[in-house]
């Protein structure tokens, strides 16, 4: 798998900001990655020691669009811990 393509995005949220604080970065995934892939896209892609990923499985919520119910998509998501005193430049706006 193609480290670019294993990151999607980062998860900017108010749980992800008080995470950020103890070394804590949470992305979206790919579904298909495994915490391995992961660890080692972050490790290349952001040029930092990667100790421990988590990773949770979101399931989708029930949304009603006009009077009709439906599902919101299900994601993955991976909580990366670093090693102390590493950041992610992107993530502090440097």
Request: hydrophobic share 40%; with cysteine.
């Amino acid at each position: 798998m193609i480290y670019e393509s294993i990151l999607i995005e980062p998860v900017l949220s108010e749980k992800s900001n008080e995470l950020r604080e103890q070394g804590k970065y949470v992305f979206r995934v790919d579904p298909r990655a495994s915490k391995i892939e992961i660890k080692e896209a972050v490790r290349r892609l952001f040029d930092v020691k990667v100790v421990k990923c988590t990773v949770v499985n979101v399931r989708g919520k029930m949304k009603r669009v006009r009077g009709r119910p439906g599902l919101t998509s299900s994601w993955k998501k991976a909580i990366v811990r670093l090693a102390p005193g590493e950041t992610i430049k992107v993530f502090e706006g440097v």
